[in-house]
């Protein structure tokens, strides 16, 4: 019987999550900042309109709709961002290679391979950012159907690409040993 798991797959008899990659927080960093722009700038609002009364030329009844629709917004992108960064993964197991993909809050992808299938991985960090904060791309090359998996904005993309590569290699050891005889 299969088992599901909170990532939108189910495990097969016998498969354990070995390991769960997330993006790097930068790859959040700026949907938070532009949240926490808008609600300071709602605060600017509120101190405006409390230390000056009357300087804006409309009704304060419309300033204070203004500033809620300012911090409901801002919370909004803050969480919508939020649960999208989270639910963007790579997942090993010890079987499967599994990559989700959330874009949206309704647009989910869910891809895996075996890692017997996997012929190479790669980890790569491009530009400063990437190599002084280091993180980067994961790219997996597969013998099948879905040419490449890219996971972007790894932390550490070397390690992880090295893990995969080992558990690739266990799995392949593990294909050739003869059954236990009885």
């Known amino acids: 019987m299969e088992t599901p798991t909170p990532y939108g797959f189910d495990l097969d008899p016998g498969e354990q999550i070995t390991r769960v990659i997330h993006r790097s927080i930068l790859d959040f960093l700026p949907i938070a900042i532009l949240a926490v722009i808008l609600f300071l700038a709602a605060l600017a609002l509120t101190f405006i309109d409390a230390r000056f009364p009357g300087s804006f030329p409309f009704p304060p009844l419309l300033t204070l709709a203004l500033i809620a629709v300012m911090v409901v917004l801002s919370a909004i992108i803050f969480l919508v961002g939020f649960t999208v ?4 993964v790579l997942i090993f197991t010890n079987v499967h ?3 989700v993909t ?3 809050l309704f647009s989910h992808q869910v891809s895996q391979i075996n890692f017997d299938r996997v012929q190479d991985v790669s980890g790569t960090r491009t530009g400063f950012l ?3 904060f280091n993180y980067g791309n994961v790219e997996i090359q597969s013998a099948g159907e879905q040419e490449k998996f890219i996971f972007t904005n790894a932390p550490d993309p070397q390690r992880i690409a090295d893990d995969a590569l080992e558990i690739h290699e266990q799995c392949l050891r593990n294909a050739h040993q003869p059954e236990p005889t009885e």
Do not use: A, E, I
């Not at 960064?85 to 963007?88: C, G, H, L």
């Open 85 to 88: 960064y989270r639910r963007n």
């Open 97 to 99: 290679l599994v990559q």
């Open 102 to 104: 959330q874009n949206s």
């Open 130 to 132: 990437q190599t002084v």
